[in-house]
């Protein structure tokens, strides 16, 4: 039996900076990846300024500088109807990057496995987890046609939203299949904001693109389950939301079969992210639909918590990873909620959507500010759920104002019955996430300082925590 500080499951984005993170912290890291073919997988390729600018941070400067990427400066989003394309911009000064994903992830996985303390086995899979306990954990792992066994102080499961490693644990998720994503590329030049990714909402589908090489874009439709290229090629009229010459560009590349890829859009959470001294990183802690193009960002600010946490807490994993799975708890719970907001207002057609999505144009529109405020959030460079709920409240108030410009009070008061059944639900839902992250955020305040007056002998946690009610 082998022993190691850490097995990692999963050379991704995510195991990666993970494997980075705790060597920073001279831990001897096992990194086993079971070998998903990156050439040929539909996945991120579009990274945030707060992800690049975390890859940085743990140490990956040489491999982001070595990219051969393209600056992204924000989103471009194309209304279809009224057609009209507003521009949703980071902040000052600061880019994103874009490129294949295989070129993308590789690098990441080649640099860390020359970091000091990082073994890296390929075409390795965690097969069983047979204990874990807050003491350690004992996995199996299957490598060159052999069984292994080895004892670790902490297991990471990075292995992805379908995360074997999850189950083996035992952790409970939520599932569901949100929708098929079909991804070609064309030549870059049929976009129309090169240095953007481009979202296309209000058509029959929508759809993201972005440049990936110079002269290359990435084109991503997202169809309804179990749709094929075929199905494309036989409705092309589904593509009516995109410029003309993209949608000709989109329907030549079907031709070419082996350049179609696709993958399924899926909201895949996890009920806890850590338990014993086993703890979820990336896709298999959360995953969302990927129109915000944010689940890679969350990777390395998720190895970045992990990092931080075993770093203030070095001889107690267990109280580490229950510090760590309150750190990214606010970021995530934002992320998650505003993909599936975005999601229902960028591709649903039913009234109350349409309602929304006018809302979302007339606040574009009319307020620099709201589309800095939109592309923080959408960026994960916002993360609290108050900044989303508030934002939300705003588009509800420009979808009225947007009906009342264009309709006269009698018909508005028409159409706002159906916005209100539409946008009601997330709204409460983002409300009622909003309270309880600052009533979280009110209690650590409070009762942290309590507990270390009372470890220091000034205070009775329970009688202080109780004056302050
Ligand atoms: C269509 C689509 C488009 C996307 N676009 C973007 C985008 O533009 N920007 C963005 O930021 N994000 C995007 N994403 C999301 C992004 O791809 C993921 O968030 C990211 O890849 C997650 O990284 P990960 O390391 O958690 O998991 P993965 O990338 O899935 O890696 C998991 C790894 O675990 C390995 N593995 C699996 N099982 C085992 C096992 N038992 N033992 C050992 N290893 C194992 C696999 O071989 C794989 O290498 C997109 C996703 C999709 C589906």
Known sequence: MGDTEVV?????PAGCAVAAALSDLGWS???LDAGVDRHKQLAGELLHPPGVRDLRALGFGDVVDGWAAHPVKGFAVRFHAPERTLVLPYGRGVTGLSLEHAALTLPLLESVSRRRGVTLHTRARVTAVEHNCERGVRLRYSHAGTEHTVHARLLVAADG???PVRRMLGIAEHHQRLSTMLGVTVDSACLTHPEHGHQFVGGAVHALAYTIQPGVAR?????PLGSTAQTLKEQPELLLALPSRLREAVLQALEQRPAVRMASNDDWLAETVWMGSAVLVGDAAACCHPLTASGMASCFHDARALQESLDRYPDHVARALEHYAHARRPAQRTRVALASALYSAFARQDEGMHALRMGLLHYWEHSPGGARASMALLSSEEPRMRVM??????VVAHAFAAMLS????GG???????????AGPPLRGTMASAVEQMGSWLHRRVRRPVYTLARAGWASPRRAFASNR
């Open 219 to 223: 084109v991503m439709v997202d169809l």
């Open 406 to 409: 264009s309709n006269g009070t």
């Open 412 to 422: 508005s008061l028409r159409s706002a019955a159906p916005l209100l059944r539409s």
């Open 8 to 12: 990692i499951s999963g050379g991704g």
């Open 389 to 394: 709920a508030r934002e939300y409240l705003r």
């Open 29 to 31: 890291v096992l990194l």
């Open 161 to 163: 939203r379908a995360s």
